[in-house]
């Protein structure tokens, strides 16, 4: 008969298998605990009453954010309560809640002390700028009042010279001289020391020759440079 000749039907059944994730390829933990919340089409407002848990602490599952969790146990049975109102197996979940709340812990606290050694550093390197300024600004005035003394100190004192006049013509052969000059200053005339009292004021009466004279009036400290004065005085022969 014509339908003893039919070839055999071959059903080839296809099974679609979906590879299981690794455990570098899960999701989050907050990315579970989200959408298994959305399966369940509940919110967290909702969910947070029914399991009488703070709603902020069930965002902070969701969002992944473990800090703004409090300390102690208490997040791990938040932790329980919200997945097994989600009918999620939370023993799993758990595991991943310890690592990924440890790997924040550590590296919010690398981060402190990170912010901390910058701190440290600014605080610290502040100091150092103002103090190295303000040596800088000792050692430049130190300097400064240093060579102010010591100009000071090697200048030639003043000296003022009264009388005689310069280039006179006389017919004596003596002749007074007068001057002005600082305290405990040496006075020469021709190289002959003269004494000058506690204001400086000197007077000498010196010997002239016939002829053209010139008189040195020198004024001198310890360590000062001189100072000089010179007189030409011509004396006419009688």
């Not at 997945?83 to 812990?105: A, H, M, S």
């Amino acid at each position: 008969m014509e339908g003893n000749n039919r070839e055999p039907s071959i059903i080839v059944i296809m099974f679609k298998f979906k590879p299981s994730k690794t455990k570098n390829e899960r999701s989050s933990l907050a990315e579970q605990l989200k959408s298994a919340r959305h399966e369940k089409g509940k919110s967290l407002a909702y969910i947070a009453k029914k399991i009488k848990v703070n709603e902020k602490y069930l965002q902070a599952l969701e969002a992944g954010e473990y800090e703004d969790l409090p300390e102690g146990i208490y997040p791990r049975q938040f932790l329980k309560e919200y997945c097994t109102y989600l009918e999620v197996d939370y023993q799993p979940l758990l595991d991943d809640f310890d690592k990924e709340r440890q790997y924040q812990l550590v590296f919010k606290k690398d981060k402190f002390f990170n912010s901390q050694i910058v701190k440290r550093h600014y605080f610290f390197s502040f100091p150092k700028v103002a103090k190295a300024c303000l040596i800088i600004f000792a050692v430049f005035f130190g300097f400064f009042y240093f060579f102010q003394g010591l100009n000071e100190l090697t200048s030639p004192p003043k000296l003022e010279l009264e009388e005689p006049g310069d280039n006179l013509a006389i017919n004596q052969n003596f002749i007074g001289i007068k001057g002005l000059t600082e305290p405990e200053t040496q006075v020469t005339i021709n190289g002959k020391n003269i004494l000058s009292n506690k204001d400086g004021f000197f007077s000498e009466t010196i010997n002239l020759k016939n002829g053209l004279n010139t008189i040195v009036v020198s004024a001198e400290k310890k360590y000062s440079q001189k100072n000089t004065i010179k007189r030409q005085i011509l004396v006419k022969s009688n």
